[in-house]
């Protein structure tokens, strides 16, 4: 399985993430994934996401002009979002721990940290 196949399934989670630190615009969440490697397949990639979190319930948005005088639309995470998040979160963190056991069940030693 690719990278890419593992990442996609936990996108959504890694995007409200981003936006529980504040609001932000779709080509600045895409540059924020490519910090840790997360990188979309192209620019477009992101607004088929933005556009199911605010579906949910869980973003809203709002339109803000820039100082170049551009329209730019702003992502905000919001309790429903947070609430979420937080629920996406321990899932992650649960579904690792469990697969980290199967894991180490068929190595020698301590191999895997």
Do not use: A
């Not at 490697?37 to 002009?65: A, C, F, M």
């Not at 649960?94 to 069940?105: A, G, M, T, V």
Request: proline share 1%; aromatic share 8%; glycine share 8%.
């Amino acid at each position: 399985m690719e990278r890419t196949s593992l990442i996609k399934g936990h996108l959504e989670m890694c995007v409200l993430s981003i936006l529980s630190r504040g609001k932000s615009y779709g080509y600045e969440m895409m540059k924020e994934l490519e910090k840790y490697n997360l990188k979309l397949k192209g620019v477009g990639s992101i607004y088929p996401i933005l556009t199911k979190l605010k579906d949910q319930g869980w973003v809203h948005t709002y339109r803000e002009v820039t100082n170049n005088g551009k329209m730019r639309v702003y992502y905000e995470i919001n309790e429903k979002g947070e609430l979420y998040l937080q629920k996406k979160i321990n899932e992650w963190l649960e579904l690792q721990n469990d697969i980290k056991s199967l894991l180490q069940c068929g190595l020698k030693g301590d191999q895997l940290k």
